[in-house]
C-alpha cells in the first residue's frame, strides 16, 4: 500500500528554496479611522489601572460577516487575515474582492490560509496575489495542488506525517486596531447563507491591548516557514497579469454591503458593527483578556508527538479552575485520557454541562462516533449531556419551513459564570495533537453570561439531554435515553436519533480502523 500511494503521489513535492519576505504588523495606525474609534469605544483610562481591552460577541452569522466586511472596507493602513478555509463560494469571494479593493486603495493586505481546503484555488489565490498591495502565503501545503481533500491527501500519503498538522486559526485584523475571532470560517455556511446547512457559531470583535497580542500571533505564523508564497505553489500560467485579470472577472456580481444587516439588531440587541463604526463608536464590553495561541511549529512533522499543545492545556486547567461551575460546546467532543481526568476532577467539585452536536446534526459522523465512547463515562461522572437536535441554524430562528440544519460549531467553555474561553479550538484530540489553535480567555461576568444565555435560552431547550436509562442494560450493556421535550411533554428516545443499523456498522468498522488521536 504505501508503495502505491507513492507512485500514485508520483514525484509531486514542495518547491525548495522559497523566499519568505519577513514583515510584521503595522504599529503606526493612530492616525486611521478604526483606531479613533476603538479609543472613542473604548472611553477613557481609569488611573493607576492597567488599560483593559474592549469585546463584544457576535453570534449572527450574517452580523459576523458584515463585520468583517465592513472593517475591511474602513481599514486605511492594513489588514491581516489567517483562515482555516475560504470558501470559492459567495462569501468567500466577496470577502476576497474586498480585500482586493481595500489594497488598491492603499491598505497593505496580508492572508495566510491553510492549504487543506484550498485545493483547485492556486489560481484564485494567486491571482489575488497579483494585486498590488496583496500577499498571499498558503500553510503546511499538501505537495498535491488539486483535487478533493480526500484526493489530495490520498495522494500525499507518503508526507502524512506533515500534512495531517493543519492551521485552524481564525483570525482578522484591521488597521492593529480591531480584530475578529473565533470559531467562523469565511464560507456561507458560517454566515447562514447557505442550504441545507448552516453552522451555529460564535465570533469576538476585540479592540484595545488584546489586538496587538493577537497581532504578533498572525506575524509568527506569516513567517514560519510552513508559510508559503502562493506563487511559489501555483503554476505560472496561473500567474501574473493573467491572472490578476482572471481574478477581477471573477469578483464581477459578487454579494453587495446592500444585501447585508444594516439596521436590524442580533439576538443580543446589537446594532450591525458597520453601523456603529461609521456612527464613530461601538459598543464593547471593557474586560481583562488573555491571548492563548498554539506555536507554528505545531504543525511540523514532529510537531511534538501526542503531547497536548498550549491551548489544550490551558483549557484543561481551565476546566480545573472552576469553584462553582463549567460549561461547555464544543462541536466535536474527544476528550482522550486526560480531558476525561480533567472533567471528573472538575464534575467532583462543580456542576458541569456539555452540549455538542447529535448524530442527526454533525458534519463530522465519524469524530462522533469517537465521542459517543465517553458518553457513559461522562454521565456516571455527573456531568450534564446535551446534543444538539435539528433546527433550524439562528439562535433565534423560528421552526419555518425549509430552514436550514444547524449544526454546533462555536466553541465555548463558561467557568463560574464569570470567565470565557472562546476561539477555534474543539475539545478533540485533533485539536490537542494536530491542529494549531486560538482562543481568548475573558475575565468578564457580562459576556459570560450573554454567551451562557444564548446556549441555555435558545440551544438546550432544542437539544436531547442524554441519560442513563433508569436500571440500565447492565454493566457490560449500558443503555441511554435521548430526552426532549415537545412543548409541556417529554418524549424519550430508547435509541440514537439518526441511527439505524446500517450506519452504525460502517461507524463501527471505520472507528475500529481508524485511531482515535486523528479525530
Known sequence: MPLLIALL??????????????????????DTKLAAVALASLGPAEEGVPPHSGMRLLPAGDHALEARIALVRMAQKSVDAQYYQIADDASGRLFLRELRDGAAGGVRVRLLVDDLYAGGEDALLAGLAAQRGVEVRLFNPLPVRDGSVAVRTVLSM????????????????????????GGRNVADAYFERSEPANFIDMDLLS??????????????????EHAYPVQSLAEPEAQGEPARAAFDVRMQGQVTLAELPAGDLDELDQAPVGVQLRQGRVELVRAPVRVVADPPHKASASGGGLEDGPVMQVHLAF???????????????VPGERGLLALREAASRVRVSLVTNSLATTDEPLAHFGYARYRVALLDMGVSLYELMPRPARFDSDDAPGASLGRLHAKLVVVDGRWLSIGSMNMDRRSAHSNTEMALIVDSPVLARQASALLH????????????????????????????????????????????WGRRLRLSVLSAVVNEELL
Not at 207 to 224: L, T
Not at 463 to 489: C, F, H, I, K, T
Open 9 to 30: 503521489a508520483g514525484c509531486a513535492g514542495l518547491p525548495q528554496g522559497v523566499e519568505r519576505p519577513s514583515s510584521q504588523a503595522l504599529a503606526d495606525v493612530t
Open 158 to 181: 507518503h508526507d502524512f506525517s506533515r500534512i495531517n498538522r493543519r492551521m485552524h486559526n481564525k483570525l482578522l485584523v484591521a488597521d492593529n486596531a480591531f480584530a475578529i475571532s
Open 207 to 224: 479592540a484595545g491591548p488584546v489586538v496587538s497580542q493577537m497581532s504578533a500571533v498572525f506575524d509568527d505564523y506569516w513567517n514560519s
Open 319 to 333: 476546566l480545573q479552575s472552576a469553584s462553582s461551575e463549567v460549561f461547555v460546546a464544543s462541536p466535536y467532543f
Open 457 to 500: 435560552s435558545q440551544r438546550l431547550p432544542h437539544s436531547y439531554q442524554v441519560r442513563s436509562q433508569p436500571g440500565g442494560g447492565g454493566e457490560n450493556a449500558p443503555r441511554l435515553q435521548w430526552v426532549s421535550q415537545e412543548g409541556d411533554r417529554e418524549v424519550v428516545h430508547a435509541s440514537e436519533p439518526s441511527l439505524n
